[in-house]
């Protein structure tokens, strides 16, 4: 009984400690209190913009720290956290400055970059094993050589810091160092890469985008590294031509004494000859290849033919030609291939039978878009069960999808786009449950679709699918399987009825249904879906009936419809707007002046050719973002409203064949980056502004044809040096062409009388 106790105890006190040593890694130990100095000292030399190291607070414990981790016995400090890791993966591919792709988030995310200076009472801790300072950004600064004399490091990531210059040798003195990230700093060179070889227990090493044109040994230095496992030289060798310099193809044969090469990334590489890459046939033990950009022509075979560990295999951006039959027979364990963006000229059902028998049940990912593959889809297709991702877009396919497709259940993604298959969909399709992908666009498809290619698409979420001769009217009381959050179908024979199916659509957020042969009235139920669209095109239907209010919407398009009544209300998400062609009548200030709802983020308006009458309201400056306004063909009347001249984003302004009159307001003058102003067809009057020519700097079309202008063309007109339509016909104008017009450039078209 007692022993039972006890041990019950024991137990309780392990929970107890595991929780406390969970919570609070460094418990008991205090930090070293020169340790704690050292680190202070190195925070004083940081720029700390979003005050990470708040927690960096003079005479606490250093242990407790945020990034600092503490031996739990000694209380030396032996892990330096300071790396930023991004949720978002894309997070750092846009430009800091570009203001265009600002969000909170990424404005938060670069922010919290630490920067200034690494100062040298790093050095202090002698017990440091682990130091990643990863993503951020030291811009301009040379690595510290003190870093070389840090000889515990065993993990070293400096990855994207923006350092730059020589990397220092001193660094091969880190015999211990077993990861070394120096990747991703664009500045970075090195002359000489011996020093590496002095890393005896490295497994990583990732010098992507370091400049080593100069650094002809660097082979030399690392096959003396029996460990290494990965490595990465993304966009390192500038170039390697065997053709004119025997002497690098020498250096790249150092490369098979690699054997524990298991990951080797040369991707965006110039390899001017394949047969540079012959020694890669000895890395038995690679499983991960990347060769994608690195200038591959012709028939590059024998090099990965004995490769038998491969699972991925990037060959994607270059320009092959031809697949060997054979070469990839012995890969295995292929799990994912991308021969994407080549030349490949071959029958697909070539590429399809040369896989490897041996990974038809492993093979997940096959990418062969973008080449120039002809023939038919052979059967076999079917026999591949895993494939989850499967892209052919970009080629000349011809005849249908075999009906084997069905048989791959695990398929997520089947891109055929931009081919010819000049058939109709298998029904079979309908049972890839799986599918969440489905591209056929553009591929000549023909035929009837029916529920059944669709029977259990439960997880689609993309289905496009535009420009083919496809029909599909369904049982108007279908319900579809999935919920997609983007359906394209132009040009598919839909109506005349409007689908019903989509008021189950309950995600979608991207639809076009143009050019589809839809009449009628749009069923009340489409204005109440509640799902937050961004684009939304109905344009060349044959659609009818007014609309009180557009959808909730970034982009309506309407275009070439036969839609009446007064503008609808829209909503202040809106940016792209086309409702030209139709017979819309009645004022415009309703829809921009007097609405409660202010469209400030309108960027694009096109009611061209319609039936609006009463003038131009003068409410322009409630749309400061408009760039294209375009309101032709209707029966405008009155002056031109002076307060056009606040839109200064506007680089298309078209107010032709309407029924204005007045003159030109001075006002518009302000619009510096107007590129087209088409007045032609009015009434106006008065004579032609000169400011055309001193402000409107960046004038490509003016068209001023058929008013009632009077008066000399102005000499200021030839300062236009972009101006290639110039039209001042079909007015009251006097006098003689400017002598200036001379030194015009060439126009493509110029009319004066
Ligand atoms: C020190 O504490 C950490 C965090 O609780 C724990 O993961 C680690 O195993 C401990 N190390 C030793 C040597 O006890
Ligand atoms: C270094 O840090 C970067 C960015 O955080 C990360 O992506 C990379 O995997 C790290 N390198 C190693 C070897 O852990
Ligand atoms: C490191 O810090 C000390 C004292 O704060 C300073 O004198 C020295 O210049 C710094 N060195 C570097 C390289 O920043
Ligand atoms: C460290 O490396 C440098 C340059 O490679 C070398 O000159 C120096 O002797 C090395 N120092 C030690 C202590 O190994
Ligand atoms: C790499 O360095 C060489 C000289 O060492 C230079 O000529 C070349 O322009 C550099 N390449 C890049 C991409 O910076
Ligand atoms: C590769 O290793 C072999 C045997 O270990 C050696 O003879 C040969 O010189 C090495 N090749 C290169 C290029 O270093
Ligand atoms: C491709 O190269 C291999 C090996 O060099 C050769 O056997 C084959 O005939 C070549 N194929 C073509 C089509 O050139
Ligand atoms: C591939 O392996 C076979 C048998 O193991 C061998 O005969 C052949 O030379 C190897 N090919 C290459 C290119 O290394
Ligand atoms: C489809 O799968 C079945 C069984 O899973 C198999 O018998 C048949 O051969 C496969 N068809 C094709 C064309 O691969
Ligand atoms: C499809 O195109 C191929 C190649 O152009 C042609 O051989 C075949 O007869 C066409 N099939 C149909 C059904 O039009
Ligand atoms: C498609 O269906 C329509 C109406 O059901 C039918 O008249 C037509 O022949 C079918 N077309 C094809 C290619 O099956
Ligand atoms: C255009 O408006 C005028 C009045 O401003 C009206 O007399 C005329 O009938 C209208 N024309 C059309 C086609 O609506």
Known sequence: MRAVTISLFGFLLVIAATIISFCDGNSNVLCIESERQALSKFKQHLIDRSNRLSSWVEGEDCCEWVGVFCNNFTGHVKELHLGLHSSSPDIELDDERDVYFQSPERNAYFRSKLGGKINLSLIELKHLSFLDLSNNDFGGL???????????????????????????????????????????????????????????????????????????????????????????????????????????????NGFQNISSLKFLDLSWNSFSSSSTLIWLSNLNRLQFLGLRGVSLQGNFSIAIRNLSSLTHLDLSDNQLEIIEPKCLESLCNLREMDLSNNGIDQEVSEIIESLPRCSLDRLESLNVASNQLSGCLPDQLGQFINLAYLSLSGNSISGPIPFSIANLSSLKLLDVAYNRLNATLPQSLGQLGNLEHLDVSNTMLEGNISEMHFSNLKRLRLFWASNNMLTFKPNPSWIPPFHCESIKLRSWHIGPQFPQWLQFQKNLSVLDISHAEISGVIPIWFWNLSTQFDHINLSYNHLIGEISYLPKSRTVDLMSNLFTGPLPRANSHLEFLFLSKNLFSGSLSNFLCNSSTKLDALDLLDIESNLLSGEIPDCWENQPMLGVLNLGNNNLTGK?????????????????????????????????????????ENQLTGSIPAWNGDKLLNLVVLNLRSNKFQAHIPDQICSLNSLHFLDLGYNNISGAIPKCFSNLKPLDQFYVL
């Open 142 to 252: 040379a690595i510290p050589e003190f870093i070389g004399s840090m000889k515990s490091l065993t993990y070293l990531n400096l990855s994207s810091v923006k350092f730059s210059r020589a990397i220092p040798h001193n660094l091969g003195n880190l015999s211990k160092l077993h990861y070394l990230d120096l990747g991703h700093n664009s500045f970075f060179e090195a002359k000489t890469l011996q020093w590496v070889s002095g890393l005896s227990s490295l497994q990583y090493l990732d010098l992507s985008d370091a400049n080593l044109t100069k650094a002809t040994d660097w082979l030399q230095a690392t096959h003396k590294l029996p460990s290494l496992v990965e490595l990465h030289f993304l966009r390192s060798i500038v170039s390697i031509d065997l053709s004119s310099n025997g002497v690098e193809g020498v250096i790249l």
């Open 640 to 680: 031109i409203s002076r307060s056009l001249g606040s839109l200064r984003n506007i680089m298309s302004l078209k107010l032709r064949t309407n029924n204005l009159f007045g003159e030109v307001p001075s006002t518009l003058q302000h619009l510096a980056y107007m590129v087209i102003l088409d007045l032609s």
